[in-house]
Structure formats: structure tokens, C-alpha cells
């Protein structure tokens, strides 16, 4: 079957670590996204890739990184430096970009930062 | 730039009622729009969408959705709703041009016995 999927489910980090949250598609979609979601809060996007080796920062990119050295992959680098990175974080691809705009969504990570 | 307004946090209602719930958007350019549900620990699944033609939208799960181009808005409904259809609801708009959405703050339906 084809989807996302987003490893692991829960992560636990100390705080001051660096962690990386892992999101796989195997879709063939040229676009990967990044969203993180508060409790009571929209999704708010965090990076976003319409092509292999090039991305963009999204409305809340401060503290993270990513990278696209595939098309099937874009992981997530939650770096010390995101103040409140406890937080409900999806990961979701689209096809290119001028099509339908219809995005598909992994089951999400949740990552609790102590 | 667009923007997507969901009136509600959140709506109870009891099992087999009836259900609206309600999405406004702004957009300078045309749209297409998207509702998607959300189980709880869960990532977001595609409930509809209205990409042009007819402005009523069907999709799963007995729900629908009614472009209206002159008021902005696209609201869900569901004429009889089970207990099964708790989940939060996320209204979406992306433009034409390009892939990226905006997405609303999300309305939680809770159905009660």
C-alpha cells in the first residue's frame, strides 16, 4: 500500500538534545511538508520541499532544519535551539505543485521534550 | 495570501442529530477546498474536496460540503451523526497555483449517547 510513514511514534529527549523525526513516502510525490500542532492550535508549517534538494521555510522554522536528499525522505531536525519543541509534529507530500493541492498525512510523532 | 476561519472549536452533539460545521476562507485568487478528519494521536485523512463543478461536495463517511463562492464558505454537514464521527475536523484552502495549504484551527465534533 502506498503512504507515509513517520517513525518513531512517541520520542522522549532531554532538553538541550538534538532529535530527528524520520517521514518516508513512497507515493511519488514531489512535495513533502513539515506541520507541528498544539493542543487547541491549527497545523503550522514548519519546512516545506517541492523538489529534491531544495526546500523552504515555512511560518515556524526557527529551531529546525531539514533535509531532501531523496524524494522519498525528509527528516526533521529538532535542534536545541526550538524554545517549545514539545509538540504533535505530521509529516504530509503532495504531488507537484499546481495540481489538486490535496495533501496525504503520516500518522504523526509526538515528542516530549523534559 | 489566504486565510481559513473555522467559527467553532468545538460542537457536542447527541447521536443522530444532525451537524454543521462551519469554514469560512479568504482568497485573492481561486480555490480549491479540503476537509479532512482527525482521530485522536492520529495524522489527517482526506474527508472531501471541492476541486470545480458542482458545489456540492460528497465524501465519506455520509458527509457533505457546499462551495459558496459569494459568502466564502464551505461547511460540513452530516445529516445523522454516529458516535464514531468524533474526531477534530480541519477545514483547508490552497490556491490553484500551488501545492501549499492553509489550514484551519479545527473544529472537535464530540457526538454524545
Known amino acids: 500500500d502506498g503512504g507515509i510513514t513517520q517513525s518513531p511514534k512517541y520520542l522522549f529527549r532531554k532538553e538541550g538534545q538534538n532529535v530527528t523525526l524520520s517521514c518516508e513516502q513512497n507515493l511519488n510525490h514531489d512535495a513533502m511538508y513539515w506541520y507541528r500542532q498544539d493542543p487547541g492550535q491549527g497545523l503550522r508549517l514548519i519546512y516545506y520541499s517541492q523538489i529534491v534538494n531544495d526546500f523552504q521555510k515555512g511560518d515556524i522554522a526557527e529551531g529546525y532544519s531539514v533535509s531532501r536528499e531523496k524524494k522519498e525522505s525528509f527528516p526533521l531536525t529538532v535542534t536545541s535551539a526550538q524554545k517549545n519543541p514539545t509538540a504533535f509534529y505530521l509529516c504530509?507530500?503532495?504531488?507537484?505543485?499546481?495540481?489538486?493541492?490535496?495533501?496525504?498525512f503520516g500518522p504523526g510523532t509526538r515528542l516530549t521534550v523534559t | 495570501a489566504q486565510s481559513v476561519t473555522q467559527l467553532d472549536s468545538q460542537v457536542p452533539v447527541f447521536e443522530e442529530a444532525p451537524v454543521e460545521l462551519r469554514c469560512n476562507y479568504s482568497?485573492?485568487?481561486?480555490?480549491?477546498l479540503f476537509w479532512y478528519v482527525q482521530y485522536p494521536n492520529q495524522g489527517l485523512q482526506l474527508l472531501l474536496k471541492?476541486?470545480?463543478?458542482?458545489?456540492l461536495v460528497k465524501g465519506i463517511n455520509g458527509f457533505e460540503a457546499e462551495f459558496n463562492k459569494s459568502q466564502t464558505s464551505f461547511h460540513l454537514r452530516k445529516p445523522s451523526v454516529h458516535i464514531s464521527d468524533t474526531a477534530g475536523y480541519v477545514c483547508a484552502v490552497s490556491n490553484t497555483n500551488a501545492g501549499k495549504s492553509t489550514f484551519g484551527d479545527g473544529t472537535t465534533l464530540t457526538v454524545k449517547p
Open positions: 482568497s485573492s485568487v481561486s480555490v480549491y
Open positions: 471541492y476541486l470545480s463543478g458542482s458545489t
Open positions: 504530509a507530500s503532495s504531488m507537484e505543485p499546481g495540481t489538486t493541492g490535496e495533501q496525504y
